[in-house]
């Protein structure tokens, strides 16, 4: 979605966008029941059809934004595991599990899998499948850990 499009529009419907928040304004502070939200979204879409914005883009920018946001957590988390390793611990929980614990990050896996469950910063980011970086990150976490034991 361009900006400059999104410029011009403005600047030819910006009496129509008024009104309508005025409008909508109205709703939201006279009426007080469900009704009132459903205006607010029948307002709402109507400017959206009116602008010529389809359901199919606000999906596609939504999902782009996600990606986006999901690749930079992976990122940031990644970049933590290189600086944290020295900090970490493994603990191995007797089921063929395990968990690795530093300052930012939370790893639980199995022993064998291909797949680890990342917690970064007290937030779950989801299953990710074993890269150079993580098997690097536990076997640094299996030696902090055995030489702080020893």
């Given at each position: 979605m361009n900006t400059e499009v999104w410029i011009e529009f403005l600047k030819q419907n910006w009496l129509v966008?008024?009104?309508?928040?005025?409008?909508?304004?109205?709703?939201?502070?006279?009426v007080r029941t469900v009704v009132k939200w459903a205006l607010a979204v029948l307002i709402i879409a109507?400017?959206?059809?009116?602008s010529g914005i389809s359901l199919d883009q606000?999906?596609?920018?939504v999902s782009t934004v996600t990606d986006e946001t999901i690749d930079t957590v992976k990122t940031e988390a990644l970049n933590m595991m290189m600086k944290e390793a020295q900090e970490a611990t493994y603990v191995s929980n007797g089921d063929g599990s395990f968990s690795i614990t530093a300052p930012n990050l939370q790893l639980k896996g199995e022993s064998g899998s291909n797949e680890?469950?990342?917690?970064?910063?007290?937030?779950?980011?989801?299953?990710w499948e074993m890269n150079d970086t993580i098997r690097s990150y536990i076997d640094s976490a299996r030696n902090n850990t055995g030489s702080n034991q020893g």
């Open positions: 966008i008024v009104i309508a928040l005025i409008v909508l304004f109205v709703v939201l502070n006279v109507g400017l959206l059809i009116y606000i999906k596609d920018v680890v469950e990342v917690t970064f910063r007290g937030v779950p980011v989801g299953k």
